[in-house]
């Protein structure tokens, strides 16, 4: 433990907002619970949830989206524990993050190197969104270009085609979270963009439910070595 009292820093990047409690919200409660100092940076401002979804572009409005989410996520990592100050936002363009790589990529190399982890979190290659993918890809340049070593445990939202973690050609490490999970199920709950009808246009919510993300263990790909 260092001279702060902290075990450590540990920074997640999430491409949007919501994506860190859904992937790893039992873990992040883990982590704070047992001294870690964690930071939570989402990439993106996810404002086009309705655009995209249900072809919804007013009420609510893509930036009234973005704030929508921005509360929720805030209130989830609150009920998590994590500090509001330890909660970034870095407002990039959702569904087009890979076209964003280089500025992304600069704001993560001055984010790592200033917290200085000792472990870093986010999606993976295998995911099927695309600002997923290219999270990681950013988050792995820009360790690159900072010249850091520093563990990635990549936390799992939804693989493409369905593909189940066992099925991988890398090192799956499954996390007990079960002490946590009473925690995660209220932060989830927080997402009623997902789960609520917020537009009178809408009949049905966009999820119907969040429970394939309320287990009591969560996975994480490792690196090898």
Not at 115 to 133: A, F, L, N, R
Not at 134 to 155: D, S, T
């Amino acid at each position: 433990m260092n001279s702060s009292g902290s075990k450590g820093t540990i920074v997640l990047f999430a491409p949007h907002p919501d994506d860190e409690t859904l992937g790893c919200g039992g873990y992040l409660a883990k982590k704070i619970d047992e001294g870690y100092d964690v930071f939570v940076v989402v990439l993106t401002m996810g404002e086009k949830l309705f655009s995209v979804m249900l072809n919804i572009v007013e009420a609510p409005s893509p930036l009234e989206v973005c704030a929508i989410r921005r509360d929720e996520t805030r209130r989830a990592m609150k009920i998590l524990g994590l500090k509001p100050e330890n909660l970034l936002f870095l407002d990039f363009e959702d569904a087009l993050l890979e076209r964003q790589k280089d500025g992304a990529i600069a704001k993560v190399v001055q984010i790592l190197q200033e917290k200085k982890p000792v472990e870093i979190m986010c999606t993976s290659q295998y995911e099927g969104h695309p600002d997923h993918v290219a999270a990681y890809w950013i988050v792995l340049g820009a360790c690159e270009k900072a010249g850091m070593k520093i563990p990635i445990r990549r936390y799992i939202t939804s693989l493409k085609d369905g593909i189940p973690p066992d099925r991988l050609p890398e090192l799956i490490e499954s996390v007990e979270i079960t002490k946590y999970l009473p925690l995660k199920k209220q932060a989830v709950a927080q997402f009623q963009a997902h789960l609520g009808i917020l537009s009178k246009k809408q009949t049905v919510p966009i999820a119907a439910n969040f429970d394939e993300y309320l287990k009591p263990e969560e996975r994480f790909i490792l690196q090898r070595g």
